[in-house]
Nanobody, 115 residues
Framework: QVQLVESGGGSVQAGGSLRLSCAAS????????MGWYRQAPGKQRELVAH???????NYSDSVKGRFTISRDNAKKTVYLQMNSLKPEDTAVYYC?????????WGQGTQVTVSS
């Protein structure tokens, strides 16, 4: 059984940085595409970045050039380095597979960016 646990969120001022982590349990982690999603108040959850098992990455236009996704398959962990944060990045951030496997949604980690 796989569990995904997000951490690293917090409150920062615009222009600041945060690094999110997603620790996965289970032996199948390394073969799957993993993604970071976010959900802002009143908005739908959106995929902001994903990474293949081989390390290829892709980003939404809203975070391209500011966020970096990475993974450590040995540690079964996916990271999201977020730089130059903007108030519009405020959201709960989740990790999950790509495509989504709804049963594995975790609690997420709150990111709040103040202007």
């Amino acid at each position: 059984q796989v569990q995904l646990v997000e951490s690293g969120g917090g409150s920062v001022q615009a222009g600041g940085s945060l690094r999110l982590s997603c620790a996965a349990s289970g032996s199948i982690f390394s073969i799957y595409v993993m993604g970071w999603y976010r959900q802002a108040p009143g908005k739908q959850r959106e995929l902001v970045a994903h990474i293949t098992s081989g390390g290829r990455t892709n980003y939404s236009d809203s975070v391209k050039g500011r966020f970096t996704i990475s993974r450590d398959n040995a540690k079964k962990t996916v990271y999201l380095q977020m730089n130059s944060l903007k108030p519009e990045d405020t959201a709960v951030y989740y990790c999950n597979f790509v495509p989504i496997r709804s049963v594995y949604w975790g609690q997420g980690t709150q990111v709040t960016v103040s202007s």
